[in-house]
């Protein structure tokens, strides 16, 4: 019993903190995501009996939480995009998406290869649970307004671009990472089939996840008007946008189709529909952003705990170094080839470049590989060695980009 009151007492503070945190973080040019990582290793070196990993969680635990709060996550980003500003610039999110991330695969691909002595299935797989960029810990350099003003659209343009990545590159990482544990499962490329892999977990899966997202998303929004309209049923819960989020992925999974996907296709929908006013498109936001920090509490503090708790033992000062590099060189120079020949400014290029931060989502994918190998009854023995790299890449991007981002999107906005 009182073990549960402590529990509780502590989870009550960080949650308290947490209101406060942003705010905060505008006084101290660091992101709140540092001040969660230090409490959760202040909160593990206090002895807290939280059910620490030790030094691993099982992948099921990573996986459910991370599960929720990416969801909850791209139903956030999904739900700040105005589709009308987004028209013309939607190119530079695209080329982030089209030419950048499959860089960034191929690169994560070859250091697996290079550096860590990974088989070819198993650096398919590094590379891509590092392939998506965070739109978890990724919030402060997103859209901050749900609705853009349309004539200073331009103002916004770095943070719609890493907005809309962070939104399409979560679903669109799932068939890299399908190929992964194919490949595990063939034990290699030699007989590998393909022709199945493509049509199916390619274009029927991801054709399944817009579709889903694109019906999802109309049919609430036609519910809601109806309910409105029809049976002056007032709705004004902001618990829709978290259901729809859970729901929609969910079900999409269920009918074998992407469901990250889905739910930021559907956000987006709901997001630009004519049936919803816009005073409930705001209220829906403001909820489902307050649940999406409410869960980053919870996820970072118990990551800040398992960095004490025996998960780098195993690390080099040479791949913490290669990890750094990773987060100042690897994606930064794959952002850049991918704006090449586009008409922003070298100073909006060099930020969209740069914050690429990897995250939730990477231990999200890892988890669900390990998962899904399991069930097939296959162990992989580097198992531990892959959650440590991707676990130390995820802690310097939340290092170097938190303190990073407050200083250089504040100046970067001066004209």
């Known amino acids: 019993m009182q073990q549960q009151l402590i529990l509780l007492a502590v989870l009550g503070t960080c949650f308290l903190l947490m209101a406060w945190l942003p705010s905060l973080s505008k006084i101290t040019k660091i992101s709140y995501p540092i001040f969660l990582l230090i409490l959760g290793m202040c909160t593990f070196w206090l002895g807290i009996p939280f059910d620490w990993p030790a030094p691993f969680w099982k992948d099921d635990k990573i996986m459910l939480l991370s599960e929720i709060i990416v969801n909850v996550s791209l139903m956030s980003a999904g739900l700040k995009i105005n589709l009308h500003y987004a028209k013309k610039n939607w190119k530079i999110p695209l080329r982030l998406i089209a030419i950048t991330m499959p860089l960034t695969i191929l690169a994560f691909f070859l250091l697996g290869i290079s550096y860590f002595s990974l088989s070819i299935p198993l650096a398919v797989l590094f590379a891509a649970v590092l392939a998506p960029t965070d739109p978890v810990l990724a919030s402060e350099v997103q859209l901050k307004d749900t609705f853009v003003d349309k004539d200073k659209g331009d103002e916004n343009l770095t943070e719609f671009s890493l907005t809309s990545e962070a939104g399409l590159n979560d679903g669109l990482a799932f068939p890299i990472t399908y190929l992964a544990v194919l490949l595990i499962e063939n034990n290699g490329i030699e007989g590998f089939d393909w022709l ?64 990250f996907l889905a739910v930021f296709i559907a956000s987006l929908t709901v997001r630009n529909s004519y049936h919803i006013n816009d005073d409930y498109k705001k209220k829906l936001h403001s909820f489902v952003e307050e649940t999406e920090r409410l869960l980053l509490v919870l996820w970072v503090v ?17 791949t913490i170094a290669v990890a750094v590099g990773c987060i100042l060189i690897l994606r930064p120079v794959c952002g850049m080839l991918g704006l090449v020949n586009t008409k922003i400014k070298m100073k909006e290029r060099l930020v969209l470049s740069f914050f690429g931060i990897r995250g939730i989502g990477s231990l999200f994918y890892l988890s669900w590989a390990f998962m899904y190998l399991k069930e097939k009854g296959i162990e992989v023995l580097e198992k531990d060695k892959l959650y440590s790299i991707v676990i130390l890449i995820v802690f310097c991007s939340i290092l170097i980009h938190g303190l990073t981002a407050p200083y250089l999107f504040k100046n970067f906005k001066k004209k």
């Open 302 to 318: 118990l990551f800040g705990g398992s960095i004490l708790n025996g998960v780098f033992d195993d690390i080099s000062w040479t």
């Open 196 to 259: 199945s892999y493509f049509g199916d977990k390619v274009f029927l899966k991801i054709g399944i996840g817009i579709a889903s997202g694109l019906l999802f998303g109309y049919l609430v929004a036609r519910i809601q008007h109806y309910l409105k309209k029809g049976l002056n049923v007032k709705t004004r819960d902001g618990l829709l946008a978290f259901s729809i989020a859970i729901c929609c992925y969910s079900v999409t999974e269920l009918i074998h189709g992407y469901g």
